[in-house]
Each structure stands twice: as C-alpha cells, then as structure tokens.
C-alpha cells in the first residue's frame, strides 16, 4: 500500500497525538484508584467499603471505577507508571482516531480540528477513570453520528459499551446526555416534518393524518435511539450497585463543596491559558455554523448548546465538550470552505503535495516515482522521535521526579519510617498519595472521594485547614498527633482537586 500524501498526514497527525500525550499522566487522584485496584486484585474481590480513611472507616463507598482500578493496578504491576503512561497515551489516540472518523470534510482539516480539540481536552490527559470516559464518550459520538447522518445503524453496539461504561467510571452519564439529547432531537426534526406534510395535504382525512404521524414516528430515527436509550438503561443496572447506580451522577453533583472550594467543578478561570482554548474552539464552532451554507440541524444545535452549557458551568466538562463537538465543527467547517472554493477556485487543493500526479493505465492516480520512499523516511524519523520522547515518559527518574513534584513523598517515607501514635490531619490534595504509601499503616483524614466524604466532613475539613473557629476542637477531638499539609496552605478556589 503506497504511503500518498493524504497517509502521511495522517501518520504525522496521530504520531504527534501520541507524543503530546506521552508524558507523565500519574495524578493526585490517580493513587488512591491504584491503592483500590491494588486491594481488590489481592483479595479477589470487590472493594463496596471504605478502608482508606479513619473518618468513614468501614462505611459504604459506592466505588463505580472498579473495573478501571484493577486495570490500572495490573497495568502498574506489569509496567510501571510508565506502563500507566502507555496505556494513558494509547487511550487518548484511540478516542481521537473515532473523533477523526465521526467527522467530514478533507483529512488537513479534520486534522486541524483533532489538534484543537485535543489541545482543548488536554488538561484531563491523565492517568485515572476518567480517561476512558473520554474513550467511551468518543465511541458513542462515533456511533450516534454516522447513524445520523450516514445511515450506519451500530446502535447495537450502545448497550454493551454502556454496561462496560457503567462499571468503569461515573461519566456514563455522559453517554445517556448523548442519548437523550439526539432522542429529543430526532423526535422534533420528525414531528415538524409530518406537521408541515399534513399542513400541506388539508384535504386529508383525520384519520389519514393520524396514520401518517404514526408511521413516521415508527420510522423515525427516534424510536431506534430511544429503544436502544432504554436498552442501556436497563444493562446500566448490571454492576455492583444495582439501579441506584443510575442516581449515582445526581449525588455527586448535589454536594455543595464542589462547587465551591473545588477548581474543576467551578465554571472556567478563562484567565487561564487552557481555557482561552476552549474559548478558541467555541467561537470557531459558531463561526462555522455562521458561514457555512449548510443549514443547522437541530439534533447539532442542541448538542452544541447542551454541552457548551455543561462546559461553561463545570470546568471538568471541557473534555467532554471538545469530543463531542469537534465532529460538528468539522461538518460546518467543511461546508464553508467548499462554498468558499466554489467563490474563489484558486483555493482548491488540486494537488496537495505541490506535485504532479502521473496516471496509470486504469487512470487512477498514483503518486510520482520516489514519493512513496521519501514520504516513510519521513515517517520514521519522526516515530523515531516519537520513541525518544516515549522513553523519556518511560523512565522511572522522569516519573518520579513528576510525583515528587505533586505529592509528599518525602513525608510519606518518614511517617512510614517513624511511624506516630495518633491520627493524621492532611491537605485534601495529599490523601491519594499517603493512601498509596501509608496504607495500612496511617489512615487519611480525606481524599479525591468526594462522594464518600459529602459536604458534612469536607466543611468540616475545610474549616479546620483555614484554621476557622473550632479547628483546634476538630484536633482534639480526632485525636490528631500529625499535620500534613502544603507548605504555602491558602485554600483558594485552586488548591483542592477532585479528578475520579
């Protein structure tokens, strides 16, 4: 198979994903998921309590990521936390390469459009559950759109996905947004088009009319996505918490301390380089709409709107956003620019490797002798570059220097080595890590489990970390003997991370 220009783009494209997501990926939460996974993989079974931390000992944890903690904790044992960076960076390539697939128009500006939505979601790029919801998100959009729009019906593919998604990470509920958005969409697109048919036959009888309504509805794109929308809701039921597992989402999003102390659940800081991005592919996303010639469907509008919305309202809905609307700024996009080309022809790319094609005796084209050669040098070396910056990513050295970096391990080594009799105070940030290094010895205060600590404990901690009235009670009371905090403690909107 001839390596064309068109290939090598896309060859450069996903390489250059590759690199960009090739980097240490081990986040402040991701410890806590390799300490659970870790558990379950020695005991052989499900972790459903908590054991990690003396304020909720032996209370019910809803832990909806254990499929993916076991995962991680058998990637860790096989490679490392450069096999979590591997494994992180593959997932993230593969979620594009089904974002590249959902899309349309030319390869240069599908691929334009993957590197503004993979700049936009790249602040989420680590090691954690929430990778392969970003996976799992990006196959549904995959699914969802080429049923809409090029009558490809893998629908049944949903509900297996969904009864994976469920048990690896909380952010299904992404997937049943998806489902419910296009149901809506699809089943307004046919009520307005059987209410103009029947505006425009007034001689029909009601029953007539009634019967054409019925047999568009049956027909309609709707039904199968609700049908399907169902199927997933009864398959999402399968998993260690049965149906209230479908409730699940509205719990974490109830308590009050994410919203206000907890960067990730707040609306964007667009002070912040990461969000001026965001801003970049909202905007280009309007504009495309506004210029193209091509008129809005409204399954694309509300989609768009829906997920803009949760974006501007939680910043961790960022990631989500850029997945799903990357294919709809392709669509726009690609219909401006071939109006764009029709007005001025000099635009089109007749040729894009600047040269000239020769013609085969089946008069296909074929690229020009030596193309082919010149076009894999050029590959490997730059996958050769590619291997160099991933074993970088590989190395212990680079992989520790990153964690040192954002987590007490300094402390944790001489807590472990002088162990205090007593309980632990520590900073919100540090409790994945000390549950990844002190665990059995030293339980945490609190963690990234913020479904499990609720707003009572996390006020609680909050107010004692400010050093607010009644901190030295909380102290006493607790029995507390050691205090790990950070060394510059400001408790501002930025300091506390929550990333299942």
Not at 42 to 56: C, H, P, Q, V
Not at 146 to 157: E, K, P, S, V
Not at 309 to 328: E, G, H
């Amino acid at each position: 198979m001839a390596l064309t220009t068109r290939r090598l783009a896309l060859s450069i494209l996903f390489l250059g994903l590759f690199a960009m997501a090739m980097k240490p990926s081990v986040d402040t939460d991701s410890f806590w998921h390799l300490r659970a996974g870790a558990w379950m993989l020695d005991n052989a079974r499900l972790l459903t309590i908590d054991l990690f931390s003396y304020t909720r000992f032996n209370q019910a944890w809803i832990n909806h990521s254990w499929l993916s903690q076991t995962l991680m904790a058998i990637i860790y044992r096989v490679g490392g936390y450069g096999g979590l960076n591997l494994f992180t960076a593959s997932v993230i390539v593969l979620a594009f390469v089904f974002v590249y697939r959902a899309g349309e128009g030319g390869g240069y500006l599908r691929a334009f459009i993957i590197i503004l939505a993979a700049t936009t979601s790249g602040v989420y790029w680590s090691a954690r559950p929430q990778i392969l919801s970003l996976l799992l998100t990006a196959i549904f959009v995959y699914i969802l759109y080429d049923y809409l729009w090029r009558d490809a019906n893998r629908l049944w593919l949903l509900p297996p996905l969904m009864l994976l998604w469920v048990n690896l990470h909380g952010g299904f509920a992404i997937g049943f947004i998806l489902l419910v958005v296009a149901f809506v969409g699809e089943l307004l697109r046919t009520s307005l088009r059987t209410s103009l048919r029947v505006f425009e036959k007034q001689s029909q009888s009601v029953t007539e009319i009634a019967s054409q309504r019925t047999l568009a509805m049956t027909n309609s794109k709707a039904t199968w996505i609700g049908g399907y929308g169902l199927a997933c809701a009864v398959v999402a039921c399968l998993n260690p918490y049965g149906a209230q597992m479908l409730l699940y989402p509205f719990r974490t999003v109830s308590i009050g301390v994410l919203q206000n102390f907890i960067q990730e659940w707040q609306s964007p800081n667009f002070h912040q380089p990461e969000a001026q991005v965001f801003i970049v592919m909202l905007l280009a996303t309007v504009a495309a709409i506004g210029f193209s010639r091509r008129r809005l469907d409204l399954t694309d509008f509300l989609v768009f709107a829906v997920f803009s919305a949760l974006s501007l309202l939680a910043w961790r809905n960022v990631a989500a956003f850029a997945v799903v609307v990357a294919p709809i700024l392709m669509r726009y996009a690609n219909s401006a620019v071939e109006e764009l080309q029709e007005k001025y022809p000099k635009l089109k790319l007749q040729n894009p490797s600047g040269l000239t094609h020769s013609v085969s005796l089946r008069g296909a084209p074929r690229d020009p002798k030596g193309l082919t050669l010149i076009n894999g040098f050029i590959v490997i070396v730059i996958a050769f570059a590619v291997l160099l910056k991933m074993a970088d990513a590989m190395s212990a050295k680079t992989n520790d220097e990153a964690i040192a970096k954002l987590a007490p391990v300094k402390a944790a080594e001489y807590l472990k080595a002088n162990p205090v009799a007593g309980k632990m105070f520590n900073a919100y940030n540090f409790g994945g890590y000390l549950i990844w290094a002190l665990y059995p010895h030293q339980l945490v205060y609190v963690d990234g489990r913020t479904d499990l600590y609720d707003d009572e404990l996390l006020k609680e901690y909050l107010n004692t970390a400010l050093a607010d009235d009644g901190w030295e009670k909380t102290l006493k009371d607790r029995d507390i003997r050691v205090v790990l905090v950070e060394t510059a403690e400001t408790m501002n909107n930025e300091t506390m991370n929550n990333e299942e």
